[in-house]
């Protein structure tokens, strides 16, 4: 069984054609970079497999069940960070974390404190999240979608924000989610951080994917995953 799979999936707005046939498979336990300039159909795919829009054609399993916004059961083993996360300014971190845990019954206090120790917050636990920086309310956004112990992770440009050493430590901790049998599908820009730490990466351009492949494999092919990228994907 896939973490992931996509059967032909489509998104029509209109005349525009934002996801195209797409298919993709992602095995439990990878981390799969999903790779595309703006504009190309990442953000509509994410929507889709999130339960967030309907396709035009086309289905979304995860877990081996399908998902449409009226079919969403399986999403409560999903965890996702999509755009900026949304956090009550006025409340600190770990209150924050505690509303979201309310929605969870096996979720306690001693996984609050577990995944602030994660993302590296625990010192700023205390502090009202009004006062976090974009790189800190990544990390909390972060800390939310693992509040629950999701078999599956969705993430939208999680290091958007982050100092270098911020991207390293959060390049380590998604190795080593991982690792530990966490499936990852990350949406980034950071070709060279995707490089580093994915197994497997597809590459989509006007709504189509037009690569695919293990990171190594392309790596013998290509120089880097920015020249593979640039191959594909005309520059202005």
């Given at each position: 069984?896939?973490?992931?799979?996509t059967f032909?999936?489509t998104?029509?707005f209109g005349?525009?054609?934002a996801?195209d046939?797409v298919?993709?498979?992602?095995?439990e336990?990878e981390?799969f970079?999903?790779?595309?300039?703006?504009?190309a159909g990442?953000?509509?795919?994410?929507?889709m497999i999130?339960g967030l829009?309907?396709?035009?054609?086309?289905?979304v399993?995860?877990l081996?069940?399908?998902?449409s916004p009226?079919r969403?059961?399986v999403?409560?083993?999903v965890?996702?960070?999509?755009?900026?996360?949304?956090?009550l300014?006025?409340l600190?971190?770990?209150?924050?974390?505690?509303l979201?845990?309310?929605?969870?019954?096996d979720?306690d206090?001693?996984?609050?404190?577990?995944?602030?120790e994660l993302v590296?917050?625990?010192d700023?636990?205390?502090?009202?999240?009004?006062?976090?920086s974009?790189g800190?309310?990544q990390?909390?956004?972060?800390?939310?979608a693992?509040l629950?112990r999701?078999?599956?992770?969705v993430?939208?440009?999680?290091?958007s924000?982050?100092?270098?050493?911020?991207?390293?430590?959060?390049?380590?901790?998604l190795r080593?989610l991982?690792?530990?049998?966490?499936?990852i599908f990350?949406s980034s820009?950071?070709?060279h951080?995707v490089e580093?730490?994915?197994?497997?990466?597809a590459?989509?351009h006007q709504?189509?994917i037009?690569?695919?492949?293990?990171?190594?494999a392309?790596?013998q092919?290509y120089?880097?995953?920015?020249?593979m990228?640039?191959?594909y994907v005309?520059?202005?």
């Open positions: 069984m896939y973490a992931l799979q032909d999936l998104k029509r005349d525009l054609v996801v046939h298919n993709l498979k992602v095995q336990g981390l970079g999903f790779l595309g300039p703006n504009g990442k953000t509509t795919t994410i929507s999130l829009l309907y396709p035009t054609a086309g289905r399993h995860v081996g069940e399908e998902v009226t969403t059961h999403l409560r083993q965890g996702a960070m999509v755009n900026t996360p949304g956090f300014p006025y600190s971190g770990r209150e924050n974390l505690r979201l845990a309310r929605l969870y019954p979720v206090e001693r996984r609050v404190d577990e995944v602030l590296g917050l625990r700023a636990a205390k502090r009202k999240v009004k006062g976090y974009t800190m309310k990390r909390l956004g972060l800390a939310a693992l629950h999701p078999r599956l992770l993430l939208d440009e999680p290091t924000g982050l100092d270098p050493i911020g991207m390293k430590e959060m390049r380590e901790l080593a991982a690792d530990g049998g966490t499936t990350l820009h950071l070709l951080e580093q730490i994915c197994d497997r990466v590459l989509i709504g189509r037009v690569a695919e492949g293990e990171v190594r392309l790596l092919q120089k880097s995953l920015e020249e990228f640039t191959t005309e520059t202005p």
